[in-house]
């Protein structure tokens, strides 16, 4: 069973920074994920922020309003981070972290179905 467990959410002044990391355990071994960060905004629907895809090959996926700002990556420990650069106010959201045994990168983003594990969220705030 694969588990996820976020970190690092904090309340932060607009143009400052924040990295999020995702502990992740269980995966199977030979198989592939799309590992992913979501954030939802108070009455707003949940959007995906960007993924990675395990099996590699495949471009990095960043939702267009973070594109430039924000960084994901994993290390060698399957921890999953999100770097946060110049943080809006509009950025502020519950973040979760999601892994699916599906295919993703930048020309192709798959539904949120078919992100079977999740994360509880870690709550960024982002005051102007």
């Known amino acids: 069973q694969v588990q996820l467990v976020e970190s690092g959410g904090d309340s932060v002044q607009a143009g400052g920074s924040l990295r999020l990391s995702c502990a992740t355990s269980?995966?199977?071994?030979?198989?592939?994920?799309?590992v992913a960060w979501f954030r939802q905004a108070p009455g707003k629907e949940r959007e995906g922020v960007a993924g990675?895809?395990?099996?590699?090959?495949?471009?990095t996926y960043y939702a267009d309003s973070v594109k430039g700002r924000f960084t994901i990556s994993q290390d060698n420990a399957k921890t999953l981070y999100l770097q946060m650069n110049s943080l809006k106010p509009e950025d502020t959201a519950m973040y979760y972290c999601?892994?699916?045994?599906?295919?993703?990168?930048?020309?192709?983003?798959?539904?949120?179905?078919?992100?079977?594990?999740w994360g509880r969220g870690t709550q960024v705030t982002v005051s102007s």
């Open positions: 999601a892994a699916g045994t599906t295919y993703c990168s930048a020309r192709y983003w798959p539904e949120e179905a078919d992100f079977a594990y």
């Open positions: 269980g995966y199977r071994t030979g198989k592939n994920y799309c």
């Open positions: 990675i895809f395990t099996g590699g090959g495949a471009p």
